[in-house]
């Protein structure tokens, strides 16, 4: 297992610069994953560590070794595509030997490594047949038994349950959690999708534009976003964000609302050009008057099931609260909201920044 | 409602189309099996026919039936064995040296390079040129005073269509020249299909260039390289133009060459008539087995 260095990472294609000084490690057997919207360099900074992408300047180590000039084949990583990229004339077998046959490891281990394999990831009576006879699911069961079977020094996968049914991607990911608590191999996962990013990483480094927006536990990018874009792609429904102005005792959302706030928490905020950032398990629906709270009326309803996201009116502000089922009747309907304090987050409304309190 | 789109449908699909199904039957199908039947189906009756009689063009004295004697007299011909065994060499030597430039060639395009669309195209020439019209000039770049050939290889002066051994070579040299091109163009088709990703997947593999080209690229590119295989070998059994312009050595008389002197040297009409069937199942036979092959690679 390997220890990953990137450090003032580059990349530029043509005139356009794609990765913009990119500092990253990622420690000996972390799951690490890399999230952010199509074309923010996530999958670049993926394939440069890789070696299927120069870098422009920087440098990378892996377990200490500058490997930024070497190919891809002596960097010792397996990495698994979004697209599968089985050989689609070799049976399974011959597809999760191919790494072993390539460096000519002899038959009798070669058999017994992939067998090992198969029978872990479950496809062993699949070792015959060939890709195009297999569903979505077992080709990707193959191509990361493909990564696996040669034990490389760290798993690079580039949305590997991308392609699949949304079903599919849930017993996958599952899966995928599982293969790397049983080998606690270094890898690096990246996606676009934040429940996948949520569910399996130790670390989620968020991307934006070629930066790293924020770097850390699962936990701590939900509940401590360090600006506007991290709050807003983490999290689903993302999280409301209104401008507020700043006043004793409160903050007011235009049109003469205004809630109440502790004075601790919004003490250290400047009084204007501040945004609220309020996740809709943090907005409090009651039916009946209560502290803090402020009367308004529903504007929307979505039922989900387990639960229903619900509408309010707040000042300017249109805030979406997560009810329980039934809560609501429909739109036009008067209620109570209120705000949970404490999951309060502000940013800069220039910068986009979080504004903390200084502990 | 259904009743008016029943009844309004196949006039608007007319008028979209601008022909009705009689007019294309009438201007476009009939003519084209009209000349069919004439100039290849009755052809073809016809010759099968003549193969069976001691019919000559050249008298107007009437054919007689001679049953399979034709066939007999052709295949008891230690000279006509001979002139097969001359074409199987010139096929094997031929379409051999074209799959290997062609294939070569199309390695070579198969990457990002300046003016490629250019380069591809000029590879293409030879096989854009008249077959006479290539005979006739390679004959003069192969003359042992004054070709270019001897010249750049400094040869003095070499006789290549005279000598009995190279002639045949020599001959088949000037079908590689001319058909590499083909074979590269089916090959660039082949390997451009080829998904970028797959070679990315073997790099991380570890694969080296070698071991990618003979597990990755030689499979996928097989089919399309039978195929081009199937064609050239077809044509090349056929080879009379340059071959006949090139070189009068009997090392190079190939059926091809021998049916024509058959025919219309010797006027033996009905012979060379059974001579031509004996050709035909012979490439339908060499293809099939081509075929056989073919599609066992795209099975696999």
Redesign the interface.
């Known amino acids: 297992m390997a220890r990953i260095e990137l450090t003032d990472i580059q990349k530029h294609f043509g005139a356009f610069q794609v990765l913009k000084n990119v500092n990253l490690t990622i420690e000996d057997g972390e799951f690490v994953v890399m999230l952010g919207q199509s074309g923010c360099g996530k999958t670049t900074t993926l394939r440069a560590i890789?070696?299927?992408e120069t870098v422009s300047s920087g440098t990378i180590r892996i377990d200490g070794r500058e490997v930024q000039d070497l190919?891809?084949?002596d960097r010792d990583?397996?990495?698994v595509?979004q697209?599968f990229?089985l050989?689609?004339?070799m049976t399974v077998y011959e597809n999760i030997a191919?790494?072993l046959?390539?460096?000519g490891m002899n038959q009798s281990e070669r058999e017994a490594a992939v067998r090992e394999v198969a029978r872990v990831l479950g496809i062993e009576r699949l070792l015959n047949r060939k890709p195009s006879a297999l569903s979505g699911g077992d080709m990707q069961r193959v191509a990361i038994g493909?990564a696996l079977v040669r034990r490389p020094k760290a798993l690079l996968m580039d949305e590997p349950i991308g392609a699949l049914d949304a079903k599919l991607r849930e017993q996958m990911r599952a899966e995928i959690k599982r293969l790397h608590i049983a080998r606690a191999s270094t890898s690096v996962y990246v996606t676009h999708d934040q429940i996948e990013a949520m569910s399996l990483a130790d670390r989620i480094v968020v991307m934006h534009g070629g930066l790293l927006q924020q770097v850390g536990t699962p936990e701590e990018v939900y509940n401590r976003p360090a600006n506007l874009f991290v709050a807003q792609f983490v999290g689903s429904p993302v999280m409301n964000v209104a401008d507020v102005g700043v006043e004793n005792g409160g903050l007011s959302f235009g049109a003469g609302a205004g809630v109440a706030m502790p004075a601790g928490l919004i003490a250290h905020l400047p009084k204007n050009a501040v945004k609220l950032g309020i996740r809709p398990e943090a907005v409090r629906l009651s039916h009946e008057p209560g502290e803090g709270m402020v009367e308004t009326e529903t504007t929307n309803l979505e039922p989900l099931g387990s639960h229903e996201i619900v509408d309010v009116r707040l000042g300017g502000a249109t805030l979406r609260a997560r009810a329980e089922p039934g809560f609501v009747r429909g739109q036009g309907q008067r209620l109570w909201v209120g705000l949970d304090a404490e999951r309060a987050h502000f940013f800069d409304g220039e910068t986009g920044m979080a504004l903390r309190r200084t502990a | 409602m259904a009743d008016v789109m029943t009844r309004l449908e196949p006039n608007s699909r007319a008028a979209a189309r601008g022909l009705s199904d009689l007019s294309i039957r009438n201007l476009f199908i009939i003519p084209t099996i009209t000349f069919l039947i004439v100039f290849n189906v009755f052809p073809l009756i016809y010759s099968l026919y003549t193969g069976f009689t001691d019919y000559r063009a050249s008298t107007t004295a009437p054919a007689n039936w001679v049953g399979l004697a034709n066939f007999r007299e052709l295949l008891s011909d230690p000279f006509i064995w001979r002139n097969f065994t001359i074409t199987a060499k010139y096929v094997v030597i031929s379409v051999t040296g074209q799959v290997i430039v062609g294939f070569g060639l199309a390695m070579l395009l198969n990457r990002p390079m300046a003016l490629k669309g250019l380069i591809t195209t000029l590879l293409m020439l030879p096989m854009m040129l008249s077959p006479a019209v290539v005979g006739l000039f390679w004959k003069l770049l192969y003359d042992p005073s004054f070709g270019i050939i001897n010249y750049f290889l400094g040869l003095g002066k070499f006789e290549w269509l005279a000598d009995p051994q190279m002639a045949l070579w020599a001959v088949a040299m000037v079908d590689i020249w001319m058909w590499s091109p083909f074979v590269m163009l089916l090959s660039l088709a082949g390997l451009s299909a080829v998904?970028k990703?797959?070679y990315?997947?073997?790099?991380?593999?570890?694969?080296?260039p070698f071991?990618t080209f003979f597990?990755?690229t030689l499979?996928?590119v097989a089919p399309i390289l039978m195929i081009a295989i199937i064609f050239r070998t077809m044509e090349a059994f056929k080879t009379f133009d340059h071959a006949y312009i090139l070189s009068s050595q009997p090392t190079t008389e190939l059926i091809a060459i021998r049916l024509y002197k058959m025919a219309f040297l010797e006027w033996q009409t009905g012979l060379s008539s059974a001579f031509a069937y004996i050709v035909l199942i012979v490439v339908v036979a060499i293809t099939n087995i081509y075929v056989k092959y073919l599609n066992k690679a795209k099975a696999?």
Request: glycine share 6%; net charge positive; hydrophobic share 45%.
């Open positions: 890789a070696g299927l190919k891809a084949a990583i397996a990495f595509f697209s990229s050989y689609p004339h191919f790494p046959r390539a460096v493909r | 998904p990703h797959l990315e997947a073997a790099e991380i593999d570890r694969a080296g071991y597990r990755i499979p996928l696999r």
